[in-house]
């Protein structure tokens, strides 16, 4: 078992340093995209057989040190009476988003076991088949918020902060539905046999500290603090979040996702050597030549050389432009040049 991401994530030793990317199962994948002629993204997700298949894919095609469950951050809403779709290109798309106290008293409790089923076959089958460790993860309550407030993704957040700002009662009941349901979605995958999870917070860098700490901080930690008795390593990951860095933290998590916006040792020296932190190369970068991965990748390592809880990931996700064999590199220039330092 390679289990250099679960010995990063608890601070302690590793042969090399572990690599895995976001959406690292997807679109650039011309194997993904074979099947994606046949199969939409949810039909995936909801077949345990499919789901196990490309979930491995990136394990074996680019060798990376761990695999993340493919899903999709909106599938456990729909157990909680959610109606939405997936458009290709765009996102989800809500039938009916929530306006008022009276919509989210109409949310159902979600059941993991009822409601998502074939998440957790599909991480069993995977389980048997991976040599490596599995990440589970789920939607922040923030980020599966705003998708549900404004119907769609959105740049500006405005019915977000709108209802935020004019109805915190609402805002509060809101996300601590959400808070209730993805604490249940996590450790339902725990016991199916994830290795570590992360907390996608996608969106919530649009926030200042003060609302991060107002109206995010408390329903993001509940889930944390749920998760301790566990056992499993947390990631808390978000993007565009430089100025909520001391705030996530007091949120809770062992190990700190950051995107490329600022230098990756600037941001571990604010949240502390206590704590492992994850990424932080620009996935447009791999759009560049080998020359320029290897420059900014070794910019990365050279300054987190020498602390252990460093785990290399990109910023966000894995463009569909990016060649498959350019990750490879990657992967590949990541371990070698900290094989003998580690």
């Not at 589970?136 to 902060?161: H, M, Q, V």
């Not at 004019?166 to 009941?173: E, F, G, I, S």
């Not at 290897?294 to 050279?302: F, P, R």
Request: hydrophobic share 40%; with cysteine.
């Amino acid at each position: 078992m390679n289990d250099r991401l679960v010995k990063a994530c608890r601070l302690q030793p590793v042969d090399a340093t572990p690599v895995w990317f976001m959406r690292q199962a997807g679109r650039f994948l011309p194997e993904y995209r074979k099947i994606r002629e046949k199969h939409d993204l949810i039909s995936i997700c909801k077949n345990p057989d499919l789901c196990a298949e490309v979930t491995s894919l990136p394990v074996e095609i680019l060798g990376v040190d761990a695999a993340i469950m493919f899903a999709d951050i909106m599938l456990p809403l729909e157990g909680m009476g959610v109606k939405f779709e997936i458009k290709e290109g765009l996102g989800p798309l809500i039938h009916e988003p929530i306006q008022s106290l009276d919509s989210v008293s109409s949310l159902t409790t979600l059941n993991p076991k009822e409601d998502v089923p074939y998440v957790l076959e599909a991480i069993a089958q995977v389980k048997k088949i991976l040599n490596v460790p599995l990440i589970g993860f789920c939607g922040a309550p923030f980020t599966l918020a705003s998708y549900l407030i404004e119907g769609r993704p959105t740049r500006d957040f405005l019915n977000t902060k709108m209802l935020m700002y004019r109805d915190p009662k609402t805002w509060h009941a809101l996300m601590n539905e959400l808070a209730t349901a993805m604490a249940s979605y996590l450790r339902a995958q725990v016991k199916a046999g994830v290795d570590v999870v992360q907390l996608f917070d996608s969106w919530v860098g649009c926030l200042s500290p003060h609302d991060y700490h107002q109206y995010v901080l408390p329903h993001s930690r509940r889930i944390f603090k749920e998760l301790e008795g566990t056992g499993v390593p947390r990631i808390h990951f978000g993007t565009g979040t430089s100025n909520l860095l001391e705030e996530m933290k007091q949120a809770g998590g062992d190990v700190f996702g950051v995107d490329w916006r600022i230098p990756i040792d600037v941001a571990w020296g604010r949240l502390g050597s206590d704590v492992g932190i994850q990424g932080n190369l620009d996935p447009a970068v791999l759009l560049g030549t080998s020359e320029l991965i290897k420059s900014q990748a070794g910019e990365v390592l050279m300054k987190t050389k020498g602390r252990v809880g460093h785990i290399f990931n990109l910023g966000h996700g894995m463009l569909p432009e990016t060649s498959p064999q350019k990750v490879i590199e990657l992967v590949n220039f990541v371990h070698d040049s900290t094989q003998s330092s580690s």
